[in-house]
Each structure stands twice: as structure tokens, then as C-alpha cells.
């Protein structure tokens, strides 16, 4: 593919021959100088972009060729996305967070609230926040709040997880043990989960590492990926909330929701 961004008579050709593929139920990572394309990248692959030249093709489908709909429901149904800023909104419970996506899929309008809170409850549970569901998300660590997101990307069974910088904004404990939970849920769910970072040691601990570098991609192989690190801590019981959590400000990453 190639994507080129115009503003007035500029053009920035950030990706100008970009040609790889990613087989089901990989685990990769994607890395690249600051401004190299990897967010354009990700944008597209998860159909969140359709300006672009070429062609990507997912799960035997031409991206291209499926109609706003169908595309909103491959976003929605099919991928999973994580961001740096977890997006959580702070007016609404950690559970009532997990279910947002019951309210965004299509001709869902219907589902009641039971089935998308248990369901909710599923992914809190396979994120080890089965306890947390009542909690706000200011009332959570960054690690945690990061952990919400991803049980959000989990609601619909996703067979694909776009990552961009889940890390980011943590420490590296934190880090690890996030990359660890996309490691477990690659193994045990079969998701394809694909990584962009700028951290070598997330990077280390994919299989397989891609990297973008003036507007071309390269594959730099494959090693054995480190093994899954535990993915949290011990839940904590729901009334043993960290004091001082309550009194911490919501966070500008808790004021918007994902596009
Ligand atoms: N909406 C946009 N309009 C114009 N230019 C854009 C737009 N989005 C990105 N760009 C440009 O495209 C290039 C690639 O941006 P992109 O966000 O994909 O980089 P990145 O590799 O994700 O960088 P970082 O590691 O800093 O997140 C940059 O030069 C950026 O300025
Ligand atoms: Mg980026």
C-alpha cells in the first residue's frame, strides 16, 4: 500500500511501498523513527483510513472493496484496538466502560443490558479485573485502566488486535505485564495481535518485528518470544481499593472516548 498525506500543495509521501503479510494468529511488533508512518499503518489496516493506494486485504476481503457499513462492522466486530491513551470515560463504571461496544455495533440496539454486562463481566474476568467492574476508572492504575481497554477490545471477539503504543503511557512493570496479557490472549484466544512501539524491550518480547523506515517496511525476523509474563498482579478484592485512588483527578485521557 501507499498512503500519501496532502496539505495544500504539499504532499507527504509517508508510505510509498509498503507490501508484507501478517499470518492468523501471529504475535508482532512494529517499530520505526517518530513521523515514519506506523499510526498510518495501523489506521488502515483497521479500516479507520480508506485513503490510500493499493490494497489491503483481511481475512480474504479487500478492505477497499467493503461498503461504509461493512467496514464499520469489520472496525467494530473484527478488530480490536488499543491506544496509548486508554480512552476510558470517567462517568461510567470499569463494567459499563467494557460494554460500550454493545451500544456501537451495528443493529445492536437491541441488546439488553444482561447479556453485554456479562459479557463485560467475561473480559473483566479474563483480564483479571473481574473484581473492578463497579470501580470509576480514576480509581484505577494506569496498568489497570490500560487492562479496561483491552477487555473493551475484547467485547466482540476480535480476531485482530491493532496496538498503538499500548505502553506508552506506563512504566515498564506495567509494560510488561501488559505485553504479557496481549502474549497470553495470542495464545490462548488465537488473536493476532500486532504491536506498534518504540520500546525495544516490548519489541524483544514479540515474535515476529517489523519496522518502518523512510516510507518502506522492513521485516527483521523473527525470534522465539519471551514467554507470557504473568498478566497482572493478584486481583485485589473490590472493597480494597488503593485509598488514596479516589482523590486522584481525572486524567485528560479520561475525557474523550475513541473515534
Ligand atoms: N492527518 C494528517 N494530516 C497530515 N499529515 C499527517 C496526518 N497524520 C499524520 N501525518 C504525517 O504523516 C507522517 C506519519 O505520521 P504517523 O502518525 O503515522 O507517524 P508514527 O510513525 O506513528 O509516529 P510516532 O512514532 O511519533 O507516533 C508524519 O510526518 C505526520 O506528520
Ligand atoms: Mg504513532
Do not use: W
Not at 461504509?68 to 480512552?87: A, H, I, T
Not at 483491552?150 to 509494560?175: Q, V, W, Y
Not at 525470534?223 to 481499593?241: D, L, Q, S, V
Amino acid at each position: 500500500m501507499r498512503k500519501a498525506y496532502k496539505t495544500g500543495k504539499l504532499v507527504n509521501e509517508v508510505l510509498r511501498d509498503v507490501e508484507f503479510e501478517i499470518g492468523d494468529g501471529e504475535f508482532v511488533s512494529i517499530i520505526g523513527p517518530s513521523g515514519s508512518g506506523k499510526t498510518t499503518l495501523l489506521h488502515a489496516i483497521g479500516g479507520l483510513d480508506r485513503d490510500y493506494g493499493g490494497e489491503i486485504e483481511v481475512d480474504g476481503r479487500s478492505l477497499r472493496s467493503l461498503s461504509d457499513v461493512e467496514l464499520s462492522d469489520y472496525r467494530n466486530r473484527f478488530v480490536g484496538f488499543v491506544f496509548q491513551s486508554f480512552y476510558l470515560l470517567p462517568h461510567l463504571t470499569v463494567v459499563e466502560n467494557v460494554a460500550l461496544p454493545a451500544l456501537f455495533a451495528r443493529g445492536d440496539r437491541t441488546v439488553d443490558d444482561d447479556a453485554a454486562r456479562r459479557r463485560a463481566q467475561e473480559v473483566l474476568d479474563e483480564v483479571e479485573l473481574g473484581t473492578r467492574g463497579d470501580s470509576k476508572p480514576t480509581m484505577l492504575s494506569g496498568g489497570q485502566r490500560q487492562r479496561v481497554a483491552i477487555a473493551r477490545a475484547l467485547f466482540h471477539r476480535p480476531k485482530l488486535m491493532l496496538c498503538d503504543e499500548p505502553t506508552g503511557n506506563l512504566d515498564s512493570k506495567m509494560g510488561t505485564q501488559i505485553v504479557g496479557l496481549f502474549r497470553k490472549l495470542n495464545r490462548d484466544a488465537g488473536i493476532t495481535v500486532v504491536i506498534v512501539t518504540h520500546d525495544p524491550k516490548i519489541s524483544a518480547a514479540t515474535e515476529r518485528h517489523l519496522r518502518v523506515e523512510d516510507g518502506q517496511l522492513f521485516d527483521d525476523g523473527r525470534t522465539a518470544a519471551e514467554p507470557a509474563a504473568p498478566a497482572a498482579e493478584p486481583a485485589a478484592p473490590a472493597a480494597a481499593a488503593e485509598p488514596a485512588a479516589e482523590a486522584e483527578p481525572a486524567r485528560a485521557d479520561d475525557r474523550e472516548v475513541s473515534p
